[in-house]
């Protein structure tokens, strides 16, 4: 199905696709042929915004699981993302692709504090901009900053990049006879707590009219292939 022409988007990866095939946190050459596919959707004239999650190093909600203090835990997994956007910046420069970090949560030895009309200015100019520590406050995820930035840069459309080729009606693990949705509404996600990011964010996308596209970034080209609208994905919209 093709997608509209986008001319912004916000791409949101999570953590865990910076493993590669590793178990554990991140896999340069993997990272490395990540890099590759934003710079082919950006060679292709888009303006790209980056949010990485940091499930791979750091998850605020499995250390509260073993004890820890939930807010502690969290501000933990919001610098593990830091970590991952700065693994990315690396690889998307070794590229020739020009980036900035902006993080939530300031730390100017390593990367600019999120100031909106930089990051415009940024994305002018042809840079992509990774934005780091999440929505900067704890009980909340990557995907809600995703979903936050995806509004306040007035992206297109915010696409999810995971392990899965789109949203399910049953978990296609566990179910064999699971159908993927190509469209399916908000509210339909929200009510079948379909996973596709949590509620909150899908809430901000529904109220900001942002579409989310649902892909799996693990197969080589995908992300140019869903952008030339012959990809396999879900459209979350109205
Ligand atoms: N986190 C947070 N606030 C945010 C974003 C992230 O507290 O605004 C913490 C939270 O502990 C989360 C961790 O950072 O578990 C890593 O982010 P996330 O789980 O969203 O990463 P992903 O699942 O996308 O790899």
């Given at each position: 199905m093709a997608l509209p022409t986008y001319k912004r988007i916000l791409l949101k990866l999570s953590?865990?696709?910076?493993?590669g095939r590793q178990?554990?946190?991140?896999?340069p050459e993997f990272v490395t042929e990540l890099a590759g596919e934003v710079k082919s959707a950006k060679d292709s004239g888009l303006e790209i915004c980056l949010v990485i999650g940091g499930g791979n190093i750091f998850r605020g909600m499995a250390g509260a699981a073993k004890g820890m203090d939930r807010a502690q835990a969290d501000y933990m997994g919001m610098l593990a993302t830091v970590m991952n956007a700065l693994a990315m910046q690396n690889a998307l420069e070794q590229l020739g692709v020009p980036t900035r970090v902006q993080s939530?949560?300031?730390?100017?030895k390593v990367c600019e504090p999120v100031i909106r009309r930089r990051a415009e200015r940024h994305l002018e100019k042809g840079r992509v901009v990774i934005f780091a520590a999440?929505?900067?406050?704890?009980?909340?995820?990557t995907d809600s900053g995703a979903a936050l930035r995806a509004a306040e840069m007035r992206c297109d459309a915010l696409l999810k990049g995971t392990s899965v080729d789109g949203v399910y009606d049953s978990d296609p693990k566990t179910n064999p006879g699971a159908k993927r949705y190509d469209t399916v509404d908000y509210d339909t996600v929200l009510a079948g707590n379909l996973?596709?990011?949590?509620a909150s964010a899908v809430a901000l996308c529904r109220d900001n009219r942002i579409p989310i596209v649902v892909f799996s970034?693990?197969?080589?080209?995908n992300l140019a292939r869903v952008l030339a609208g012959h990809g396999t994905q879900t459209i979350v919209q109205e």
């Open positions: 953590g865990e696709v910076l493993m178990q554990f946190g991140i896999d939530a949560i300031e730390m100017d999440g929505v900067g406050a704890p009980y909340f995820t996973k596709v990011m949590d970034i693990r197969e080589q080209g």
